[in-house]
Nanobody, 126 residues
Framework: QVQLVQSGGGLVQAGGSLRLSCAASGRTFSSYSMGWFRQAPGKEREFVALMSWNGGNTYYADSVKGRFTISRGNAKNTVDLQMNSLKPEDTAIYYC???????????????????WGQGTQVTVSS
């Protein structure tokens, strides 16, 4: 059974940092691009960051550029999101995702991803 299991998140004050982790199991994800999305109450799920399957490309939403950093473990079955200088508008449920057919033209589309983590709450207080 394929699973993406997330950890991390929680409550932090504005300006603080949090780290999210996602571990994949059940198959080899070395060929999968892995990334993060988030969904705030009453809003659609939105793209946050992605690292391509070979680590050659990274993409970030404009709203998090310069503050968030995505990284993958050596085995490529894990993906982390380091979030610095957090803002109240970063408050959301964060989801990791893995996709086999992700391109430079499709990475921001949630429908392109094959597997999803369970979600973890990130709350940034002002």
């Amino acid at each position: 059974q394929v699973q993406l299991v997330q950890s991390g998140g929680g409550l932090v004050q504005a300006g603080g940092s949090l780290r999210l982790s996602c571990a994949a199991s059940g198959r080899t994800f070395s060929s999968y691009s892995m990334g993060w999305f988030r969904q705030a109450p009453g809003k659609e799920r939105e793209f946050v960051a992605l690292m391509s399957w070979n680590g050659g490309n990274t993409y970030y939403a404009d709203s998090v550029k310069g503050r968030f950093t995505i990284s993958r473990g050596n085995a490529k079955n894990t993906v982390d999101l380091q979030m610095n200088s957090l803002k109240p508008e970063d408050t959301a449920i964060y989801y990791c995702a893995a996709g086999l057919r992700i391109s430079s033209g499709t990475y921001y589309r949630a429908g392109q991803y094959d597997y999803w983590g369970q979600g973890t709450q990130v709350t940034v207080s002002s």
